[in-house]
């Protein structure tokens, strides 16, 4: 397809588990962003990538998330130990780069029990 | 699935009305905007966006208005559809970053 895509859709972890999220942007696009929406709140910044260079980590919550996007296409957002309070739903979404539009993909949604 | 739009602001209209979706921003050095509509369980949808050097901008039965002396932006819906029933979120990028920062959302509902 021509939009952004994310997998899984659903991902149940148990406190304490390791979970790994992959995005792949749209083609062509350089920019790659990580947020994560908690349910009935708006998007949090959490990480964005040019290409392959991670730019800007600042909202990474805690020493606990790690995103790579070693060949400047697909990206992967990893979450070790994941707590509770990581339950919501991540967000990835990619531009051409600058003040250009940011495309969204339908998330996936992490339960931690 | 569950809804996005739990203890959101709401506007509900009829359909066939003109809807206004209002938004204050909070970073005066921002300089471009979009608004974005989200469905249950689905990620943002792109609607429209705007830069600082203008004010206005239309697109098909939408329009933004900027109005930076005030720091407030908002979304005018021309002829409400069923369809347009959505959570509307307003985002900026804070200023010299390419990050979005997202406003709380009004949850837009279209009565038949």
């Known amino acids: 397809g021509a939009g952004v895509s994310q997998s899984p859709r659903y991902k149940v972890a148990k406190r304490g588990q390791d979970v790994a999220l992959r995005c792949d942007p749209i083609?062509?696009?350089?920019?790659l962003f990580w947020y994560q929406q908690a349910l009935g709140q708006g998007p949090e910044f959490l990480t964005y990538?040019?290409?392959?260079?991670?730019?800007?980590k600042s909202g990474l919550p805690s020493d606990r998330f790690f995103a790579e996007r070693p060949e400047g296409s697909v990206s992967t957002l990893k979450i070790q130990r994941t707590q509770q309070e990581d339950s919501a739903v991540y967000l990835c979404?990619?531009?051409?780069?600058?003040?250009?539009?940011?495309?969204f993909g339908p998330g996936t949604r992490l339960t931690v029990t | 699935g569950e809804s996005v739009g739990l203890h959101l602001p709401t506007l509900s209209v009829q359909e066939g009305d003109n809807s206004i979706i209002n938004c204050a921003y909070s970073?005066?050095?921002?300089?471009?905007f979009i608004w974005y509509k989200q469905e249950s369980g689905k990620g943002p949808q792109f609607i429209i966006d705007?830069?600082?050097?203008?004010d206005k901008r239309q697109g098909q039965r939408v329009t933004v208005l900027l109005n930076k002396t005030v720091k407030h932006l908002s979304l005018q819906i021309a002829a409400t559809q069923p369809g347009d029933s959505a959570v509307y979120f307003c985002?900026?990028?804070?200023?010299?970053?390419?990050?979005?920062?997202f406003g709380t959302g009004t949850l837009l509902a279209v009565q038949p």
């Open positions: 979404a990619s531009s051409l780069g600058g003040r250009h539009e940011q495309y």
């Open positions: 083609s062509g696009h350089v920019s």
């Open positions: 990538f040019q290409n392959e260079a991670q730019l800007d």
């Open positions: 970073n005066s050095a921002s300089d471009y």
């Open positions: 705007i830069r600082s050097n203008m």
């Open positions: 985002a900026e990028n804070g200023g010299a970053t390419n990050k979005l920062i």
